[in-house]
């Protein structure tokens, strides 16, 4: 193999921490206009930012090259990781969250749009530092749209090549200029589709901020909150809970066909497999949970928090019921992490069902985190198919996936990826056992740190946050959400002795 | 495809049903031997199973054909079943086990050799009656061995290919008569393993029934015990736990290698990937176990029963310590289930260990049951090798077993295996949870079922039995067993509509 050129990855650095110290400003502006103190501070991490990436630059400056296979790996797993250094800035200047290690995980939490949280007190927070917050949320899901579309499928990870024909951009070994146009065009949707949920929030009811700060977060599928109670703050405005909902939903599918959906290429939406399965299991389960909720919750009238926020029940039980079972069906799908009810109290079967829900994901080329729908499709279909192969063992019988045969190659990609992402959960889930937590918070925080989820079980249900970890799983809570939003090889290829040999 | 032959199918059912009645007359023996009151019941279940069995065979007189592939995926589903159904008589017929469902899940947990129990007080049983029981395991575990060194790989499943050249057997599309001369050589290993073993409890102390019953169980992997606090009864007696210990861990090594040792080929058995694995395996997991158990373990003195039975130290905490860790480690990974202490309440990060084990199993080619050592080993390399191949995507590079390549459709296989077992255990754990178990008993539940363990967590903690599951809980559990015990495909095979095209 060739040598890395280091000069090309330090250069994309200096790139991103620019572009990042550029995002700090518009909370600069953010603190000035509320006059909530925290602009100093913010300036400061801003400016440093922009130095050290300026720096990056300068060092590298007039070189000009194109990025090979191998240090895509490197500038991917990287580019996220110093983002998340530079990111936890603001919150340290500030004063805001003093301890490095739950800056460094609320910025990861944010950048990989997790929306796990370790503030006990949302509320006490500065608007500008929430604001923030909301903003490493929405990079993290830019970044998602074109590492998902473009990029991944290039570097071949984990059968992500089945998207490279759809994007409307390149499949050499080499990144290509038209990358840059591909996700200007997603960025666009993704921009109109934010403004388009702020401005439905603040018509519904809720306030410019939180309006903002929500969209943000909703269309990332991240989950951060401006309320300590995350949406069931609004539990008495279902208009504002519907509409968040509803966008979830749209941030949870391929950002390709809204871009079809735009183009008038209807044709191309609606006969896609993975948006029909994701709308299938959403009703499925949600019809589900809705029942087991209207029967069974109905009864458990615990006098928890959460449950006293889920009960102002405006519109009778049945709608109530259903809104709910809906939002957190789609919040644990998309991997966003609202919460408007407590999932984690409805009934074992439901724990159960939620607990399974963390490894299904929503859709490839979306903002979500988690496994994703195409993944299962291949897989469940290259399952049934092998029980025809056992019984004839010379017939090719190769999977489809809409319409197109799907090669040997990528389906051996997709099931090696599923088995690497439980062998992931269960190390993962053991080293929380490990640092002392019970068995169920163990596995959840496994399954939702990798899955991007946010809420889990137990001492880490959707009424809890994550600031009783200890510190190391704090950042080993972090590390798990690099690796599941990379979706794991990207990071993992970087930590093989293979991957240095020959530097 | 051809037509199925029910002839040759109704034949094979008939020969087993006789083979399974001849086989209560033993028992029938036991009970005058101890004039316990149920000779006449168990004759009359062996009379039957055998009027049954030669009506079959009658009505099937002068029939002759080979078995085709198709045929046996049926032949070996429906013996399983039939076994279960005649199996269960003796506990019906004397009364032992009055209700049908608990009589048929005891003996399909028999039969699997899982060794999980519906009985609450087990020593006040007939002996012939728990003598009944130690031979449904015994008779399992003689089934699995031609099923998975000589059937399995003949019909494809899951991989089990990679072991058809190692069997001293046939490798065409039909079921060769060679098949018998394999079987008999290693049923002969087994029954001298049973005899040593037998004796060996009889030497350090055990009574002669005790013995021969714990002998049954330990070598098929079964884990009945006659005692109620299974082996832990002998917690003041560790040359016998030692000596089971030893015996389990035969037990979960493939047949096939005692073969070898038999026949002084050390070296085929030293260099054998699996077994090397298998051993680091419990070496590591005993070690951490231990450790575990010495520091914390010694602290948590609860008074539950199991703790009070663990805690007579003979030999001192250290000791004692690594005794329980070895013994449960064993009994888990063999998946025998055989309980010297509770290893349900050992610190929550042992839990999580545990329950992975029981997605490990032993080798191929024992009597355990579980996923196998062999796949795990296959899958993780292959999981390394495809980081090599992302890198190189033209390059080809096959995953390496025993010194020799793994074809790329037998991996497929193993991993199309995996995914498989992840699905039904998900969808196991949903059931049992459906039915109203919190989280962590459905969990455990399933994946003992599947895996033929036998103790699981929560309510079916290795001091609970099953008998508290509800009768539906108590079919799906017996189904799981016969899916894990049968390698899924076997019998899922039969239910898709594929297979029963053109009949």
Redesign the interface.
């Known amino acids: 193999?060739k040598k890395l050129n280091f000069k090309i990855i330090l250069q994309m650095m200096g790139f991103l921490l620019i572009f990042n110290g550029l995002f700090m400003l518009l909370s600069v502006i953010v603190s000035l206009y509320y006059d909530d103190g925290a602009s100093q501070g913010i300036l400061y991490a801003g400016l440093l930012s922009m130095a050290v990436g300026g720096l990056f630059q300068f060092a590298t400056k007039g070189f000009k090259t194109q990025i090979k296979?191998?240090e895509g790996y490197l500038v991917v797993t990287l580019g996220w990781i110093i983002m998340s250094l530079s990111g936890a800035l603001p919150y340290i200047f500030t004063g805001a969250i003093p301890s490095f290690t739950n800056a460094f995980f609320e910025t990861m939490s944010g950048y990989t749009t997790t929306g796990a949280s370790i503030l006990n007190d949302i509320e006490s927070m500065p608007k500008s530092i929430l604001f923030w917050r909301s903003t490493t949320h929405w990079i993290g899901g830019m970044g998602i749209i074109v590492l998902a579309i473009a990029i991944l499928p290039l570097?071949?990870?984990g059968g992500m090549q089945l998207f490279s024909a759809e994007a409307p951009g390149p499949s050499a070994d080499k990144l290509h200029p038209r990358i840059t146009d591909t996700a200007k065009r997603l960025w666009l949707i993704y921009f109109s589709l934010t403004v388009a949920e702020a401005i439905l929030l603040k018509v519904a009811g809720m306030g410019v901020f939180d309006a903002v700060n929500h969209a943000m977060c909703t269309l990332s599928t991240g989950g951060f909150s401006t309320k300590n109670a995350s949406v069931a703050y609004w539990n008495n405005q279902p208009v504002i809970q519907y509409i968040i909902i509803i966008f979830m939903f749209l941030a949870g599918t391929n950002f390709v066909l809204s871009y079809y959906a735009f183009k008038g290429k209807f044709k191309k939406v609606f006969y896609d497999e993975e948006l029909k399965i994701y709308f299938i299991i959403i009703v499925l389960l949600t019809t589900i949970s809705a029942i087991l909720i209207y029967y069974f919750a109905g009864v458990s009238k615990t006098p928890t928090e959460i449950q006293a926020i889920a009960h102002p029940m405006v519109n009778g039980l049945a709608e109530s019921s259903f809104r709910h079972a809906l939002f957190q069906v789609i919040a644990v799908i998309t991997t966003t992490g609202f919460v408007s009810a407590d999932f984690s109290i409805w009934t074992?079967?439901l724990?159960?069902?939620f607990?399974?829900l963390m490894f299904i994901g929503a859709s490839a080329g979306s903002t979500a985190g988690g496994v994703k729908i195409v993944r299962h499709i291949i897989?469940?279909k290259?399952?049934?198919l092998?029980?025809?192969r056992?019984?004839h063992?010379n017939a090719i019988i190769p999977v489809r996936y809409n319409g197109r045969a799907v090669t040997?190659g990528i389906?051996?990609?997709i099931?090696?990826f599923?088995?690497?992402y439980?062998?992931v959960f269960?190390i993962g889930?053991?080293v929380f056992?490990?640092l002392?937590?019970?068995?169920?918070t163990?596995?959840g925080a496994s399954a939702s740190s990798l899955g991007n989820v946010g809420p889990a079980?137990g001492d880490l249900s959707p009424v809890n946050n994550y600031d009783s970890l200890p510190s190391f799983g704090k950042w080993w809570s972090a590390f798990l959400m690099l690796l599941g939003r990379l979706e794991l090889?990207t990071v993992?290829?970087v930590l093989?002795p293979?991957?240095w040999r020959n530097n």
Do not use: C, H, Q
């Not at 002392?436 to 169920?440: K, P, Q």
């Open positions: 193999m296979k191998r570097l071949g990870i074992p079967f724990s159960v069902i607990f399974f897989m469940l290259n399952g049934f092998e029980f025809k056992t019984l063992p040997r389906v051996f990609n099931m090696a599923f088995i690497l439980l062998v269960a889930a053991s056992a490990l002392g937590l019970d068995i169920i163990a596995a079980f090889f993992l290829i093989t293979y991957f």
